[in-house]
Structure formats: structure tokens, C-alpha cells
């Protein structure tokens, strides 16, 4: 019954928009109905982690991971794929192990931070000092932690959206090299995730010079209650890693040309790299998948811009979007808009458009598709299009935000469990609807998103 009066209550809207936008719409319906059943995206996303896995930057799985994305965009049908090659950095782990050795020993679970340092030959062992949060750490002195292990179990909320994980990664990112400020020898931090499971999660860390790592959760709250039972609790810590501040690094890139204004371009895309506990579904399989498909199908319709999918290919540790955007700076103006997902497959509840745009007849058109799939176009204008776009966000190209339900992802984020099985295929599809209507309202429209910014002023 709600299905059927979403669908009633999009075809009013329909009923009211001028000729072109009506026509955009109804195309835009048709694209979302030929994705709700379309297999595509979740072919690419089993393709890509069946075959390839964990894939972190510099390493030979991510060279694999760069042939695979340019024979997939061949095999759909896209020209033009070319891989742009440029330099980052490249953090690798190595062996791993931390213990407690006193006063109660046990094994701990944990991940090393992207830019841990190694320990040295045989590990380090030390004293505890832990805190509930960062402000805590914040809070001591230089020179007070000297020789100690810092741990900090500050508790990460569970949300819908992005929240959660905003306002709780700065213990990960940022929580070593604040230890390492006081005089820490190494760095523990309860896992940024919403888990209750004995699997950590990595994330990438600021350098500090130190070893860090990331604890399972129950592992973390296990430190805290021996803690409180005031005697000294000392941890012995391995860990092996290599690091290079300059190794090779690919984005990937396919187009379908536009019609009639080939040079104006709509770019959309996910990022093709992932940390290695896991397969690399959630983050970003999916977001590769989700915009490879419904660009496929927004391009069967042939619009009158170019569409271009970029597999980005150094988001984890950093990178790819900086050296996209400086390779086409010089085609800024002619890019209309940049969004990629990166949030899981969880069904897209909020929509961000590029300021001032909703009242255009393009955007109405886009929102009358949408409505039935439960996707609220937010009056709010969109911030951010994901951290790969930022690069060409600076340069001022206007993005767009589809907010996922995010409520179980950081249960699986950068952890082992990022899996395949984790994926709902009709969750997906309902994704690759919402960014077909999307990317073809604004192909085959005149739509500018700068033009709109700026009459909103």
C-alpha cells in the first residue's frame, strides 16, 4: 500500500511539471524501474571481490584490482577508459600480535593504524595508561606519558548517517600522534566501529613515529575493567609494517559520450582501493558498483552530456581525488557536477543536491523519480560529495550527497567481516536507482548547478 501511494503521489508530481522536465521524468522512472531489477551492480561487486579482495594502495592486489577495472568498463560497454597514473604513499602491514602480559595475561585482538610505525626486533613491552577519551589524552602534559603504552576507549555512536563515525574517528586519526607529543612508545585505541565482536578495525592514522594499533571492541572495555582494578597492567606489542612516501597509484576511467555536448561532463564513482582485513564489499566495492551500473544505464538512453565513471584509486590512504583534480583542472568548467558513493550498500534515505538547484526542472524531474523508492531530496544543499571529490570541490565544481542508512556499516567498516555476504542485492539496486535518475536528469538536461548557486545568493 505505501509503495503504491508513493508511486500515485509521483506521478502528480509528474502531472505538473513543464513538457521537457516531464519527459526527463518519466525517462528517469523508466531508468529506475530497469535498475530495481537489474543484476549488473551486484555482478561487479561480486566480480571485484571475488577476484581481486583486499586491495590497499601499493600493493600487487591493487595492481590486479587496476587491470580489472579497465577490462570491466571495456566488458560494459564504456570508451575511452584509460588509467591515470599518479604517486602516493603506501603503508603495508606485516606480522601483528599484542598481549597482555601482567597482571592478567591474555591475548588482545588488534589492527596497526595506516602509518604505524614498526617495533622494534622482538616488540616492546611497557605499562598502560589509558583514558575514556581523547580529550582526556588532550588533557596531560608533555613528557607525562614518557615510556607508557597510551589506550584510549572512547565509544564510537551508532547512527543512521555519517554522524557517528565524524564525530568518533579523531581518537583513531589523531589519538598517536597526541600520545607520542607526551612521550608515549606506542598507541592502543578502541576501534572506530559499532561492532560487539572481537574483530578490530583499521583507519588510517596521522603520522606520529610510534606503533598504533587499533583493539577490538570487548578488548578495549577488557582493559578498562583491569585498569580499574588499580594494579599496573603491562601489554606487549609486535608489530611489522612498510611504509613508502611515493608508490605508483591508478585511477581508472571509462565515459559514455554525450550526444550533443560531449565536452560538458557528469562524474560520478567509487573508490577502488580497500584496507586488507577484509574483501573491500562495503568499502568500496559497492560504491564502484553502485555508479558503474547506473551510469551504464543512464548512458543507454544516450544523453546530451558525457558521463564518466572514475574509479578512484588511493581514498584509504590518500591521494587519488588531489591527483585527479589537478590531471583536469583545465577541464573544470566544463564539469557539471562530481558525487561518489562511499557508504556501503544501505539503501539511500536523503538526497543533497548542489545549491539553489531544486527548483529547477531537472532537479523536479530527478525528485518525481525518486519518491517512490523513499528518498527524501533534502532541502538542505549538499557539503561534501564523498573524499575523493574534494579535489575538484576546491576548484569549485559543485557536488552532490546521497545519504545511505549507515546504521550497520561501521559494524563492518575496515574490519575482517567487510565481506560480500554483507551486501543486500535489493539494497544495492534501490542505490543504483536513485544515482541513474541522477546522473540522467542532469546528462540529458542544461541544467547549471553554478548558475543556480549563484541566483540562491
Sequence with gaps: MRIAL???????????????????????????????????????????????????QGSP?????????????KSLGFSNVHVETFETSSWLRGAESAEIVAPYPQKLQILGLGQSTPTPPGGIEAEVVL??????????????????????????????????YASGVGPRFIGGLEAAKRGAVAYLVR????????????????????????L??????????????????????SMASTFRAKAPAYNVVGEIKGREAPDEVVIVGGHLDAWDPGAGAVDDAAGIAITTAAAKLAGAERPRRTIRVVMW?????????????????????????????????GEIFNAKLPKGSLGHPAMKAFAAAVTPLKAIVSSAPAQQGGSD?????????????????????????????????????????????????????????????????????
Design 6 to 56: 508513493l508511486a500515485a503521489a509521483a506521478a502528480t508530481l509528474v502531472a505538473t511539471l513543464p513538457a521537457q522536465a516531464a519527459d526527463l521524468a518519466a525517462t528517469a522512472a523508466a531508468l529506475r524501474e530497469k535498475a530495481l531489477a537489474d543484476p549488473t551492480a551486484w555482478e561487479v561487486t561480486e566480480s571485484l571481490t571475488t577476484e581481486i579482495g583486499a586491495r590497499p
Design 61 to 73: 592486489a591493487m595492481d590486479r584490482a587496476r587491470d580489472w577495472g579497465v577490462e570491466k568498463l
Design 131 to 164: 583514558f575514556k577519551s581523547l580529550a582526556e589524552l588532550m588533557a596531560q602534559s608533555p613528557g607525562s606519558l614518557k615510556g607508557k603504552i597510551v589506550v584510549v576507549t572512547q565509544v564510537m555512536r551508532r547512527t543512521q548517517g555519517i554522524e557517528g
Design 191 to 214: 576501534s572506530v566501529s559499532t561492532d560487539d565482536t572481537r574483530l578490530p578495525h583499521t583507519g588510517g592514522a596521522a603520522a606520529s613515529g610510534i606503533p598504533m594499533a587499533a
Design 216 to 237: 577490538s571492541t570487548p578488548d578495549a572495555e577488557l582493559l578498562e575493567h583491569m585498569v580499574a582494578r588499580g594494579k599496573p597492567v603491562r601489554i606487549k606489542l
Design 313 to 345: 584509486g588511493a581514498e584509504e590512504q590518500g591521494g587519488s581525488g588531489e591527483a585527479y583534480a589537478t590531471a583536469h583542472k583545465d577541464e573544470v568548467g566544463k564539469i557539471i557536477v562530481v558525487g561518489e558513493s562511499d557508504l556501503g550498500a
Design 389 to 457: 571529490t574534494d579535489g575538484l570541490r576546491g576548484l569549485g565544481v559543485p557536488v552532490t550527497e546521497f545519504n545511505q542508512d549507515a546504521s550497520r556499516y561501521f559494524d563492518l567498516h575496515h574490519s575482517a567481516d567487510d565481506t560480500l555476504d554483507k551486501i543486500d542485492p535489493k539494497e544495492l539496486a534501490q542505490n543504483v536507482a536513485v544515482w541513474a535518475a541522477f546522473i540522467y536528469t542532469v546528462a540529458d538536461s542544461d541544467i547549471d548547478f553554478r548558475k543556480t548557486a549563484a541566483e540562491a545568493k
